[in-house]
Nanobody, 115 residues
């Protein structure tokens, strides 16, 4: 059984920074993709960024140049450094692991960008 535990959300002013972390545990294939999705009220869940175990990354156009995804394979942990945050970044952020042809999700962490 795979578990994803997220941390790092909160309230931040526009222009501020936050760092999200997600630690995976359980039966995880060595080759996998970890990433972050977000869902704002009234909107569909969307990809923010993801990183393959070999290191390749993908970002949503809306976060390119502001967010950086990274991972520590030894700790099965993925990080999302979010800089220059905007009110439009307000959402519940979900950690995702794609492993063994299955998707696994964290419980979500709220990020609110407001003055």
């Amino acid at each position: 059984q795979v578990q994803l535990v997220e941390s790092g959300g909160g309230l931040v002013q526009p222009g501020g920074s936050l760092r999200l972390s997600c630690a995976a545990s359980g039966s995880i294939f060595g080759i996998n993709t970890m990433g972050w999705y977000r869902q704002a009220p009234g909107k569909e869940r969307e990809l923010v960024a993801r990183v393959h175990s070999f290191g390749s990354t993908n970002y949503a156009d809306s976060v390119k140049g502001r967010f950086t995804i990274s991972r520590d394979n030894a700790k099965s942990t993925v990080y999302l450094q979010m800089n220059s945050l905007k009110p439009d970044d307000t959402a519940v952020y979900y950690c995702n692991l794609f492993s063994g042809s299955r998707d696994y999700w964290g419980q979500g962490t709220q990020v609110t960008v407001s003055s």
